[in-house]
């Protein structure tokens, strides 16, 4: 059975920094897409970041370029989002999320994690 389960959220101040962790297990991940988004109180859930499983390629959402790093410790097939100069707006519940294709979308994700909260403080 296959189990994604996010860590590191917290209330951090206004530009600060917090370091989500996603450990994964219960499959063979390696042509999976790991993804990373964040759901706000009476919002959509919205896309933040991704990566190919097996390393390479990066992509991120317009709202966290520049300030999100995600990464991945293959040997404890656990990944990471690396998050700086935090916003009040970037407040939410955030999962990650593995799925078979390159994509912004939730619907095209098959694993979710519970998810961990983030709340950043003006």
């Known amino acids: 059975q296959v189990h994604l389960v996010e860590s590191g959220g917290g209330l951090v101040q206004a530009g600060g920094s917090l370091r989500l962790s996603c450990a994964a297990s219960?499959?063979?991940?390696?042509?999976?897409?790991l993804g990373w988004f964040r759901q706000a109180p009476g919002k959509e859930r919205e896309f933040v970041a991704r990566?190919?499983?097996?390393?390479?390629?990066?992509y991120y959402g317009d709202s966290v370029k520049g300030r999100f790093t995600i990464s991945s410790d293959n040997v404890k097939n656990t990944w990471h989002l690396q998050m700086n100069s935090l916003k009040p707006e970037d407040t939410g519940v955030y999962y990650c999320?593995?799925?078979?294709?390159?994509?912004?979308?939730?619907?095209?994700?098959?694993?979710w994690g519970q998810g961990t909260q983030v709340t950043v403080s003006s």
């Open positions: 990566a190919w499983w097996g390393g390479g390629r990066t």
């Open positions: 219960g499959r063979t991940f390696g042509s999976y897409v």
């Open positions: 999320a593995a799925g078979p294709h390159w994509s912004d979308y939730p619907d095209d994700y098959d694993y």
